[in-house]
């Protein structure tokens, strides 16, 4: 049986990102491994990304994955999810300099003197989410279009 690696890998609001995705494919591609996505948030809606992300990573071929929702701080939520018998690295995906708080905390460094394990940084970009809603209904007037003005209240 051959050595399956467990990653760590801790993102947010670029939990679905493309530069996530493959610097997972890429670490997957260098050996046997297993991914714990680890979201750093609370409530409803970080249960929702997290559903989201563990979906289009099993979509893109990634099929050992598992996630979890852990504290908003994310050193705290690391700490509490970290086991050194349980995990090998962990992948950070933060969003550019100037916009992530994470960087900002020096996140990546930190978790690499408090785990001593490697840790690789991606910088990613969220995926927008795209909202749609109906167009409205308009009224139709036929013939008496041109007087549709005159006819509708408001």
């Known amino acids: 049986m051959a050595w399956e ?13 493309d530069e996530l995705l493959e610097a997972m494919r890429e670490r997957a591609g260098e050996g046997a491994c297993r991914f714990t996505l680890l979201i750093p948030a609370s409530g409803a809606e970080a249960r929702t ?7 289009r990573m099993r979509g893109a071929g990634l099929e050992s994955v598992s996630g979890q929702v852990g504290d908003p701080d994310p050193v705290v939520a690391v700490m509490e999810a970290w086991d050194p018998m ?17 960087l900002g905390l020096d996140l990546p460094h930190r978790l690499e003197k408090l785990t001593a394990v490697p840790v690789r940084h991606v910088i ?22 041109p007087l549709a003005a005159v006819f509708t209240r408001r």
């Open 5 to 17: 690696f467990s990653v760590l890998v801790v993102a947010n609001v670029t939990a679905s990102s």
């Open 49 to 55: 990304r997290l559903e989201k992300a563990l979906e």
């Open 86 to 102: 349980k995990f090998d690295e962990i992948l950070v995906s933060t969003l550019p300099t100037g916009s992530s708080r994470w």
């Open 124 to 145: 990613s970009h969220p995926r927008p989410e795209v909202q749609t809603t109906p167009a409205p209904e308009h009224e139709r007037h036929g013939v008496l279009a």
